[in-house]
């Protein structure tokens, strides 16, 4: 028979047991405030140099990136044959890419910075391909958009040369219709001294912001601070 200590016992842990259910029901409410704070970190950004180039040309953007906060987590240099055709291979291989870095870091969607040519390849990724859904915000840092006369030089060989020559079959699709399509935001960097995109108007796109960046050659806005400071904070929009 149990005494009146031994009946009070249970009472007596009724508190703890309570405290104890209490902190096992609030547990779960920290997952949607940590998956809250994924949601709104830093888009990857994912570079795209030129023809007859490689990653290595982002060092200098690279750096400023990291020197505002981005890591190397968060930075991506696709690299790639700019021999190819745009629209038959580079584009697919990119939206290739750009999958494997979305699984990597659980992000929605991207950022792409793109140097001249790496331009017409990474908008038809974004106005023909699965881009449109990925890519939150799209740069291009002269690139031939409208084409360029300089490229007859070497079409007659090369593909990527045929592709971004005026009123190629990727020219001509690419700005057919909505030149910006889609919630994707879009932003240019041209120089009036490029000496590889003619005319030097061919980068600016209908819908975009477009930012001229003064006498600079064509190479030079990789290494240009104001071009990237102008770069950070159209990412940062």
């Given at each position: ?5 031994q ?34 970190a ?6 795209v ?6 990653p ?13 906060g981005y ?13 190819l055709s ?8 990119l939206?290739?890419y ?36 990925a890519?939150?915000?799209?740069v ?8 360029t ?14 592709d971004?020559?005026p ?18 935001k ?18 600016p ?6 930012t ?8 030079d ?5 104001a ?10 929009s």
């Amino acid at each position: 028979m149990l005494t009146a200590r031994q009946r009070l016992l249970p009472l007596r842990a009724l508190p703890a047991l309570l405290a104890l259910l209490t902190l096992c029901f609030a547990l779960p409410a920290a997952v949607p405030a940590h998956a809250a704070d994924r949601a709104s970190a830093r888009n990857p950004v994912v570079f795209v140099h030129g023809y007859n180039a490689d990653p290595g040309v982002w060092g200098a953007l690279r750096g400023d990136l990291r020197a505002a906060g981005y890591t190397d987590a968060e930075l991506y240099s696709f690299g790639y044959d700019t021999h190819l055709s745009v629209n038959e291979v580079l584009a697919g291989r990119l939206a290739a890419y750009v999958d494997q870095v979305r699984r990597e870091t659980g992000a929605a969607r991207v950022d792409v910075v793109a140097h001249s040519f790496g331009s017409l390849v990474s908008r038809w990724y974004v106005k023909f391909g699965s881009g449109g859904a990925a890519v939150d915000h799209w740069v291009s840092l002269a690139g031939p958009n409208r084409g360029t006369s300089t490229a007859w030089a070497c079409a007659l060989w090369d593909q990527a040369c045929r592709d971004m020559t005026p009123g190629s079959y990727v020219v001509k699709n690419l700005n057919s219709g909505d030149e910006t399509p889609g919630a994707v935001k879009y932003a240019t960097f041209w120089s009036g001294c490029d000496e590889v995109v003619n005319p030097d108007n061919s980068v600016p796109l209908t819908g975009a912001a477009n930012t001229p960046v003064g006498c600079l050659a064509h190479n030079d806005l990789l290494g240009d601070d104001a071009t990237s400071a102008g770069v950070r904070a159209f990412l940062a929009s």
